[in-house]
């Protein structure tokens, strides 16, 4: 079973990716990319870390997608520009996959042996994780705090309108 | 000592930010100034905290905050520059149309920010004062909204800025994924007790360095300087060429101080500050002999001196750099505040042709501001002639020959471009005549105090140095 739903889970996903490349309409890029994270917040599940699964959904199939959206609703481009042709850009990107591919096998192969004496640890519960942000890492998460009040206020008097004489 | 007293200093800054905030509701347009005041108030309060704090050693948290002498004394550094600041733009925001009550407080945030990276050594914490100094630097930039420039600028500035925190944060997971630590102490530990060349921490550092780069803005990573520091408000741009500077070189002494002592894996890293450092002089200095732009040509300053203060950094000596950012503060806002003085409602002097017969019409800003260009070309008996002696002879002990050389070289042709300035202000004829709003009681008094500070420091660095030199010896070796 669990198999299956890997298989199943990882096909959408790439399936989905691939289809966000290949297709122009703003649109379906942006409704094939909630599915690609949709699907990935899935595989998190099977790995047993339901914390990170969840997250994974609201952060990025909600927050930046709706972020994304909005973008493309407010530009409003209706056909992508069509691409440029140039013959460098094919061979430098075609080069850097040929790297990309390698790495990734090697990455593959070295965790092949990762896979055969892994004790299951369970990572990323919401208690390990609530409890490391209110002790260890209780400064950096306060911080935060400021971080976002900042860029509120930064954010707002940017974008408000003009004050009256 | 593990104390809760080390966090008074931020948690007052911050409060005020917050508290400028809401008082800004209650307060009438013309009656800003009293949000300005409220500031000024708690910054001198912060500053007296930190003075009392001194030789105290307080910590928190763990070691993620501490109040060692560096920290306090680099506090000191941009406590003042903000304070400044502050005076500088009283009377600026009502003539140039900056006049919001949130101006103030996202100056406190952006102190506070670099407060938190300056007292960490920790580099998650450092990078998170990092994001809180720049994220209020880019609504800063961007204040002046009926500007195009000005809007120009906070995106250039945010675009950017974004990439280097990228490029930060990519390093850092490479360090961390290398020495399972984001402390600063333990990476150089754990480079001290590798006996390989370990080419995943060693990439993470120099990811992490591209990142401080960005901010102190080091030749290949300068790009955005002049175009930001043009578009800014002029009191932010004054804010933004002494304040992330004087906190970016500090977490790199945090950095490399111990690190130099690493001697297996520090020779590529040498050598990429090497370059850095000489690229940045020569550029610095060379394409600011082409600039009409007032604003421009300190930008430019701004750059080459990151490249003199590089030299300290590569030459261990510590004194000299902090030495060196106590005297940039006083001639480098200085230099500012009277390119501000010259402004009317609506109208900034900023074209070199502008400062033509400003030396007679105007003695005591004409004066002034010569005297912080000569302290900037490093002439004495200015703070700035000693402070790049002393960087310069700290180099010389440590055999760096080749690079001050050319640090002395460059230095040379800067002396032409703010000899320029000099000239037009002294022996132009002017094709018009320039009007100025005078009646600005506190930016004089930072003209005043600047003036003070180049001269103590260039005449009786004495105390200024004892100073320096504890809180240099207070950073933790191993």
Known sequence: MGHFLFFLLAIICVGSVLGMIISKNQAYNALLLVLAFASLGGLFGLLDAPFIATVQIIIYAGAIMVLFIFVIMMINLRLGLPPEKKKWTLYFSLGVAVVLIVELILSVKGAFSLFENSSMEKIGGPTDLGRLLFTKYLYPFEITSILIIAALVGAIVLVKKKEKE | ?478
């Open chain 2, 1 to 478: 000592m593990n104390s809760f007293l080390a966090l008074f200093p931020l948690l007052i800054i911050v409060f005020a930010a917050l508290l400028v905030l809401i008082l800004e509701v209650f307060i009438k347009k013309e009656n800003r100034n009293y949000l300005a005041y409220v500031s000024l108030f708690f910054l001198i309060i912060c500053g007296i905290i930190c003075g009392k704090f001194w030789d105290k050693d307080y910590s928190y948290f763990d070691g993620y905050l501490f109040l060692d002498n560096f920290s306090i004394f680099l506090s000191f550094i941009i406590i003042i520059t903000t304070f400044f600041v502050i005076l500088l733009s009283m009377k600026y925001i009502f003539l140039q149309d900056v006049n919001y009550g949130e101006f103030y407080s996202l100056l406190l945030f952006a102190l506070s920010g670099m407060m938190i990276m300056v007292s960490s050594g920790d580099f998650l914490v450092i990078f998170l004062g990092l994001e809180v100094l720049s994220i209020s630097s880019y609504a800063l930039a961007g204040l002046r909204i009926k500007d195009e420039k000005s809007s120009e600028a906070a995106i250039k500035y945010f675009l950017l800025g974004s990439f280097a925190s990228a490029f930060f944060i990519y390093g850092l997971a490479l360090l961390y994924g290398a020495s399972h630590s984001t402390e600063i102490l333990s990476i150089i530990d754990y480079f001290k007790s590798e006996t390989s060349l370990s080419l995943m921490a060693l990439i993470g550092l120099g990811l992490v360095i591209i990142g401080f780069g960005f901010k102190i803005a080091v030749v290949p990573f300068h790009m955005w300087t002049p175009d930001v520091y043009e578009g800014a408000p002029t009191p932010i741009t004054a804010f933004f060429s002494v304040g992330p500077k004087a906190a970016g070189f500090a977490v790199l002494l945090r950095i490399f101080y111990p690190y130099w002592k690493v001697a297996l894996n520090s020779q590529a890293i040498f050598w990429l500050l090497c370059i850095i450092s000489v690229l940045t002089m020569v550029v610095g200095n060379f394409v600011a002999l082409r600039q009409t732009n007032v604003k421009r040509i300190l930008a430019y300053s701004s750059i080459a001196h990151a490249g003199y203060l590089l030299i300290a950094i590569l030459a261990q000596d510590n004194t000299s750099l902090v030495f060196y950012l106590t005297v940039y503060l006083f001639m480098n806002i200085g230099a500012f505040a009277a390119v501000i003085a010259l402004g009317k409602k609506d109208r900034e002097y900023l074209e070199l042709e502008d400062y033509a017969g400003v030396g007679f019409k105007y003695p005591w800003i004409g004066a002034t501001f010569a005297v912080f260009l000569f302290s900037l070309a490093g002439f004495p008996p200015t703070g700035g002639f000693l402070a790049k002696f002393y960087v310069f002879v700290g180099a010389v002990r440590q055999g760096l020959v080749p690079l001050v050389i050319i640090g002395v070289l460059a230095s040379l042709v800067s002396v032409f471009y703010y000899l320029r300035i000099i000239v037009y202000m002294y022996m132009r004829e002017p094709s018009t005549e320039i009007e100025i709003y005078i009646e600005n009681p506190a930016l004089f008094l930072v003209l005043f105090l600047c003036l003070y500070g180049v001269l103590q420091l260039g005449l009786f660095p004495g105390n200024i140095l004892i100073l320096v030199q504890q809180a240099v010896s207070s950073l933790p070796l191993f």
